[in-house]
């Protein structure tokens, strides 16, 4: 078992800082910016390890409820490895608060605006130019979580082949996405991947 962290008050700031930076950013959705999340949190800080970071995601995805979940957990785990239950709670609401508050005042304000100004060409350009942005910052996201799954990214070409399998059977067929997720739950089980 290793030690307890010992965090003082810089290290609280930091993570509040670094998380309310992070909402500012999230296009997408705070998903979106896990790889700076991981990046931080686990090699920078080494306040978590890649299993907790990895588990929080995986948890709260299958978890019903909304998405951002995973942030609570991450604070969670933070706080746990402190060794206190107030720091494990002192965690989610620092996560917590950070993650959303900067990011729905902003898309408010932005969501008003954008709603007036919505036949300017300007605001057209910017929502067509925000897809790609999505999209980079979603395929970084899977290339950490598939790597840490796999060991390594080379290495694990059968969690890459079924996750190319499943995105074809998803796009070219009508399957429910919910019979992949089961498919891809029982594949794990029996070890495959």
Known sequence: MTAPLALGWH????????????????FGGAISVTADMQRFLVQEE?????????????????APGPNVLFVALMGWHLGMNTGSLAAAFAGVAVTMAAILLPSSILNYQVAQWGHRNR?????RAFRLGMAPVVIGMLLATSWLLA???????????????????????????????????GAGALVG????V
């Open 11 to 26: 290290d609280w700031l930091s993570l509040l800082v670094h998380f309310l930076m992070l909402s500012l950013l999230q």
């Open 119 to 123: 036949e300017r060409r300007a605001v």
């Open 147 to 181: 790597g840490a799954g796999a060991g390594a990214h080379l290495a694990g070409w059968p969690t890459w082949l079924l996750a190319l399998l499943s995105c074809l059977v998803i796009w070219r067929t009508r399957l429910h996405l919910l019979w992949m997720l």
């Open 46 to 62: 080494g306040w978590l390890s890649q299993s907790q970071f990895s588990d929080a995601i995986a948890l709260a995805q299958a």
């Open 189 to 192: 089980a029996l070890g495959f």
